[in-house]
């Protein structure tokens, strides 16, 4: 309703209310023309009377316009959400914290089993240089395994580790990746809260058995390998069973290339040996025997 | 639930007489009853509440009660803030592990990088011993 002969419009509570907007309309900076939902909100929830009640026994101006802040926002809640209202944000934020808890639980231990893998590692180092023992057999070149294999590793090492960190994104992905903020419009925006009481924990308890298995690493125990290379396997193993297949495959695939390496050389040492023995057999034939039986 | 002719803890407070479809009485007839409607007709008013209650299925009733409780005892406590200051401070504290988080799973990453680093000659040489 606005004033007679003013430009200035009511606010929103006199204009529900129906009646004159003063000058001195203790509402009328908190509930602006523009934004008559806001005030519905609050007087359905408060009342006029109440919400006046409570700004009146406040003492600064910033002290109620922040009680006229947190009013707005419960009545716009309760709206949004009838049954629950802030009660249910509350329930909401709590699983969030319990699920960020465990989460932060378990990159520990993940960060703790690297930290101690790493002490083993500096502590059994192998000698920079070495190399494995090559065949060598008289005209043959030498053979050395080595550079075939160099590249193979650093792949399947690079594809687990974005695996794995990807696997990683998937996981911070279910918390929105929003940034958190003590302005209220954020907790306005999320629409993952439902009127159900027990749905957030509920999911959060389902969830939580799958996020524990499912980050694969281990939590509980170190298995106690006597070998680096045994402790290494188990570890990938259990983090990602597609990047460890393939990383078994590789080391399959490059033991059996060993193998074959090993036994070509063999063979062509064989026929190597062979050759000469048949060349000296047929010259021993070709030239006259010194010593020619006599009758 | 409420004896015949035994008022509910809201119609107590507001002496007047209990009747057979008080909406209040499923919800406030327990022990505190009558100090939890008290706070909420101090802070909303019993006729909100009612007009609220009567908005919602059944089902739904008691779960709006306790929680229109909760929210009016905390605004008694604190005149300011209100509930809202609860969920101030649990805001803070998710947004702080997730920073922690964060922190900590770039960590993890290098150290995953690093152990894939190391890792290379010791996988040749397990392949190697394997002959």
């Not at chain 1, 502590?123 to 193979?152: E, V």
């Not at chain 1, 125990?221 to 460890?244: G, I, K, L, N």
């Not at chain 2, 919800?27 to 009558?34: N, P, T, W």
Request: glycine fraction near 6%; proline fraction near 6%.
């Amino acid at each position: 309703m606005t004033v007679k002969g003013g430009t200035s419009q009511a606010c929103a509570a006199c204009k529900y209310q129906r009646r004159k907007c003063s000058a001195g309309c203790q509402l009328a900076r908190y509930f602006p023309p523009d934004n008559p939902r806001m005030f519905q909100n609050a007087h359905k929830l408060f009342g006029v009377s109440n919400i006046l009640r409570i700004i009146n026994n406040l003492k600064t101006q910033e002290e109620k316009e922040e009680a006229m802040r947190t009013i707005i926002y419960e009545s716009k809640v309760r709206d949004r959400y009838p049954v629950h209202g802030c009660y249910g944000i509350i329930v909401e934020l709590h699983c969030k914290i319990n699920q960020a808890e465990l989460e932060l639980e378990a990159v520990n231990a993940q960060l703790n089993f690297y930290r101690q893998q790493q002490h083993r590692m500096s502590q059994s180092s192998p000698p920079p240089n070495h190399s494995p023992p090559h065949l060598q057999l008289g005209n043959t070149s030498p053979i050395n395994a080595l550079p075939l294999f160099q590249q193979h590793p650093h792949q399947s090492y690079n594809g687990m580790a974005s695996g794995i960190n990807q696997h990683h994104n998937s996981l911070s992905n279910g918390s929105n990746g929003v940034v958190y903020n003590t302005n209220l419009e954020y907790i306005e925006s999320k629409e993952g809260i439902v009127n159900s009481f027990w749905v957030p924990c509920n999911n959060f308890l389902a969830t939580q058995p799958q996020f524990i298995t499912t980050q694969g690493f281990p939590i509980q125990q170190v298995p106690e390998a006597p070998q680096d290379y045994d402790e290494m396997h188990v570890f990938f193993d259990t983090v990602d069973d597609r990047q460890s297949y393939i990383e078994s495959k590789d080391a399959y695939e490059s033991r059996y290339i060993c193998v074959h390496l090993v036994r070509l050389v063999l063979t062509v040492v064989v026929q190597v040996f062979e050759a000469d023995e048949i060349r000296i057999i047929s010259h021993r034939c070709s030239s006259p025997p010194s010593n020619a039986s006599t009758t | 639930m409420t004896g015949i002719g035994s008022p509910c803890g809201a119609c107590k407070f507001l002496r007047r007489k209990c009747v057979n479809g008080c909406v209040f009485a499923p919800y406030f007839s327990h022990e505190q009853g009558a100090a939890h409607f008290a706070a909420i007709h101090k802070v909303f008013g019993a006729s909100n509440v009612s007009k609220l209650l009567m908005h919602l299925p059944v089902a739904d009733r008691c779960e709006a009660a306790l929680t229109i409780s909760y929210e009016a005892r905390a605004r008694l406590q604190d005149p300011i803030y209100g509930c809202v200051s609860h969920i101030f401070a649990l805001q803070q504290q998710v947004f702080n592990l997730q920073e922690q988080l964060a922190s900590l799973k770039t960590q993890a990453s290098q150290g995953l990088a690093m152990a894939v680093q190391l890792h290379p000659m010791d996988n040749f040489l397990s392949t190697s011993r394997g002959l």
